[in-house]
T-cell receptor
């Protein structure tokens, strides 16, 4: 069985400052890992994915994530937050089954 | 690219009626479909997993007779909420994984979600 832990339920940053959303996973197998963003009352949009190629993955809207096997982490980062980044973010692991993290709500202050 | 089309996006129904939500995969074969329910300000709760042509596997605590899932083809899966009650009001989302051009995409594609309100 696998699990996904998003370490922060809520992250608040100021516009223009870096964003760090943390995700740790546990899995018996090497999973594919994803970050999705959800805006209010909307479906999920894929930001980026890791599928055993390059460990540093670049996604849309300036986001990137680094797969660190030794730390079983897949943290999402962005150098400079924008107001439009305010949303809910989900880390997802997919191997034999699929597990969602609990989500992290990102608030961006002007 | 691969897309999952989900509709209706919003539906309001009376208590006791049934509501059907459809998810269609475009440009790929959805061999596996996942159905989720999301409560306000919470993560997605996996309700069931279905493989094309097979009966759905429901997560613990999800009533299979209430939430009927059909995945009869590689491009269509439906979730029917039977005899809906106000407590069934929620945001329902589907996601699919499968084959695009004969290759396993190794990725999930999500529908836009359906907001169900039961009066």
């Amino acid at each position: 069985a696998q699990s996904v832990t998003q370490l922060d339920s809520h992250v608040s940053v100021s516009e223009g400052t870096p964003v760090l959303l943390r995700c740790n996973y546990s899995s018996s197998y090497s999973p594919s890992l994803f970050w999705y963003v959800q805006h209010p009352n909307k479906g999920l949009q894929l930001l980026l994915k890791y599928t055993s190629a390059a460990t540093l993955v670049k996604g849309i809207n300036g986001f990137e994530a680094e797969f660190k096997k030794s730390e079983t982490s897949f943290h999402l980062t962005k150098p400079s937050a924008h107001m439009s980044d305010a949303a809910e973010y989900f880390c997802v692991a997919l191997s034999n089954d699929m597990r969602f993290g609990a989500g992290t709500r990102l608030t961006v202050k002007p | 690219g691969a897309v999952v089309s989900q509709h209706p996006s919003r539906v309001i129904c009376k208590s006791g009626t049934s509501v059907k939500i459809e998810c269609r995969s475009l440009d790929f074969q959805a061999t596996t479909m996942f159905w989720y329910r999301q409560f306000p300000k919470q993560s997605l709760m996996l309700m069931a997993t279905s493989n094309e042509g097979s009966k759905a596997t429901y997560e613990q605590g999800v009533e299979k007779d209430k939430f009927l899932i059909n995945h009869a083809s590689l491009t269509l899966s439906t979730l029917t909420v039977t005899s809906a009650h106000p407590e069934d009001s929620s945001f329902y989302i589907c996601s699919a994984s499968g084959l695009a051009g004969g290759t396993n995409t190794g990725e999930l594609f999500f529908g836009e979600g359906s907001r169900l309100t039961v009066l």
